[in-house]
Each structure stands twice: as C-alpha cells, then as structure tokens.
C-alpha cells in the first residue's frame, strides 16, 4: 500500500513538471498568447490526465510570473510591458554584477586559467553561446531561447551560487516571454538578436571582468531598445 501511494505521487509531481515545461515552452514559443486564458479542466482535458497535476503546474507557472491566477476565470498568460521588461533588465544586471564580483573575490567554480577543470566548463559553455550565436544570426528565435537560457544557467552555474543561478534563470524565462511577446510582429529577426555569448565567455576565461560587464551592459542596452522600439515607445 505504502508503496502504491509513493508511485502515485512520484506519476503525479512527474506529470506536473512534464506540464509545466510544456506550457512554458508553449509560452516562451508565443503559441500561447499573452492575456490568453484558460481553465485547469480545459489544459487537463487536452493533455488526458487529471486535474490535481494541472492545477499544480499551473500555480507553479504563476509563481514564475508566466501566468497569473483570476479565482473565477482560470488562469490567463501574462502580459509584459516595455516597463516590465526594464524592471527586469535592472534586476538581470545586479545579478550579473554579483556573479563577476565573486570572479573577483575567487568565489567561484572558474579556478586558475589553465586549470583543465576550468577550461573544460568554460568550452562546454562556450559551445552552447555558439549554438546560440547561430539561431540569432539565423533569426531562429524559438532555438535561440533554449540554448541562451541554456547557456545563461550554465554559465551561472560556474560561479557556485545556486541561488543566484536560479533566479537569473527565473528572469531569464521572464525577460524571454517579454521578449518573444513583442517579437510576434517582426517577420525577420536575422541581425536583430544579441550574439556576443561567446565574446562573453572568452572575457571572462581571462578574467576580465571590465569587458565582461561591458559586454552584458551593451546586451542590456541593445535588448531594451529593441523592446522599447517594437512596443512603439
């Protein structure tokens, strides 16, 4: 019996991750737009499975600021502002900072430059921000989002602080929904997107952390102003 019941609840927390990627991605993809709303029995009934994990998923997606909860109608996609988008950029930029102080301090998972340890979790990173130069030059942006998220936690993850790294995700994911939201009327992205995650990883290899946090403040400029211009501001 006691067995039965941990299986259930393994199925169960198992179908509310599976869902709440799904609709993540549904999002981040811009198929589910923003303002769009949508009952737990209306997401449970297209996936075949019960409520219980769609309600929890779709409280998790809530807490990440993706959704937001009516008591009465469900759950609508969020919709972010030019405004948003800069409170997040701010709040991207003091995470950043924090990352390339404790590059100063040598709190950090990036230890001499020609330990093999080091440089094999600066290429490893590296090879994802290249992944991502090519979709941004290619104008691919639903491939660009999972490899820049995918290099951005990465790279976090080096510094050794698993908090920093999962809130600079939980932005990340943000500023991406932001993104992709204002985005939806632009039909060539090619030239558009930042690519200078490799340029970023070579700076701080050689722990330059003045280029660094010129490299991310030029991101920072160039992403608000390409929000800023396509919400008409």
Same mark, same amino acid.
């Given at each position: ?55 929890? +998923? ?7 600021? =993706? ?14 502002? +030019? ?20 590059? =100063?301090?040598?709190?950090? +998972? ?12 600066? +290429? ?19 491939? =660009? ?25 939980? =932005? ?62």
């Amino acid at each position: 019996m006691h067995g039965s019941s941990g299986t259930g609840a393994v199925t169960r927390s198992t179908l509310r991750q599976q869902i709440a990627d799904a609709l993540r991605d549904e999002v981040l993809a811009g198929r589910l737009q923003p303002g769009r709303e949508f009952t737990v029995k209306e997401i449970a009934d297209q996936y075949g499975v019960s409520a219980t994990p769609v309600r929890e +998923a779709l409280v998790d997606l809530s807490a990440q600021g =993706l959704l937001e909860a009516d008591q009465h109608r469900g759950f609508r996609v969020t919709e972010y502002s +030019a405004d948003d988008y800069r409170g997040m950029v701010e709040a991207r930029s003091m995470v950043t900072d924090g990352m390339f102080h404790a590059l =100063l301090d040598g709190h950090h +998972a990036l230890r001499e430059a020609d330990d093999p340890r080091s440089v094999a979790a600066l +290429a490893a990173v590296r090879r994802r921000g290249e992944e991502a130069q090519r979709a941004a030059a290619a104008g691919e942006l639903r491939v =660009l989002v999972g490899y820049d998220l995918r290099f951005w936690r990465e790279l976090g993850a080096l510094f050794g602080n698993a908090y920093l790294t999962d809130f600079l995700h939980r =932005l990340r994911v943000q500023s991406w929904v932001c993104t992709v939201q204002h985005l939806r009327g632009a039909t060539d992205l090619r030239g558009q997107l930042w690519a200078g995650h490799t340029e970023l990883v070579d700076a701080l290899g050689n722990r330059d952390v003045d280029s660094a946090r010129k490299i991310v403040g030029e991101y920072n400029a160039h992403s608000l102003a390409l929000v800023e211009r396509l919400a008409g501001r």
